[in-house]
């Protein structure tokens, strides 16, 4: 997989992707495993970090996507390192509105130059 890297990226995050489950499934048995997932949760952190000041508000919610980021052992270090940011803004992890089929809407929308607004965020919660 490692050598897929280099000359077929997108190959090689789909394949270690199909790893994640597995990875997270192990959050609670294996250190390693934990460790791992607690140090993405601690840059995730970090990140989020970084940006939240360009936010207006106190609170500045937070939505996780794909397998990894919305699995409940992940959730939970992220939280962790979440709480340890300095500052005087929270960060509140919040569901997602949309799913990413729907969410894939949104952006082809926008790459449309289609204003997306609350009724179109309504019809698309609404649809299928």
Known sequence: MLALSSTAPNEAKRRF???APVIT???????LA??????LCDRTA???GLLMPSIDGDTV???CAGSLATDPSFLELLRCSLTRLPGAQVPAL??????PLRGSAILALESANTAVDEAT???????M
């Open 61 to 63: 919610p937070l939505t």
């Open 46 to 48: 970090l990140g989020v």
């Open 34 to 39: 934990r460790s791992a997932a607690t140090r």
């Open 25 to 31: 499934g192990m959050i609670g048995s294996s250190p």
């Open 94 to 99: 919040v569901p997602a509105r949309l799913d």
């Open 121 to 127: 965020l309504r019809r698309l919660a609404s649809s």
């Open 17 to 19: 992707g199909d790893l």
